[in-house]
């Protein structure tokens, strides 16, 4: 079983809000891999749109992405790109 690692900062002014949150957990719903997203302790399924919302990750807090899977690898660098991009706001 493949896994990934990465480590991302939330760039965007609005920090994980609920479209960007939406946006982390449909592209995280495209992977078969289990995918976890973590701030400090909390960790939350990132399928979870929900999950994504309590960890209220604001401009500049760090985030974990893990994957287990046979997509691993792929899952981590789409979440990365859209993390990066600002979700794309």
């Keep these: 079983m493949d896994a990934a690692r990465r480590e991302l900062v939330i760039p965007n002014e609005k920090g994980l809000h609920v479209r960007a949150a939406t946006a982390l957990a ?39 992405v893990e994957a287990k899977g046979g997509d691993a690898t792929e899952a981590v660098m789409a979440i990365g790109e859209l993390v990066e991009s600002g979700f794309y706001e």
């Design 26 to 64: 449909r592209t995280a719903g495209r992977f078969a891999s289990q995918i976890t997203v973590a701030r400090g302790e909390e960790r939350v399924d990132a399928k979870s749109i929900m999950g994504l919302l309590l960890l209220t990750a604001s401009q500049g807090t760090t985030i974990v």
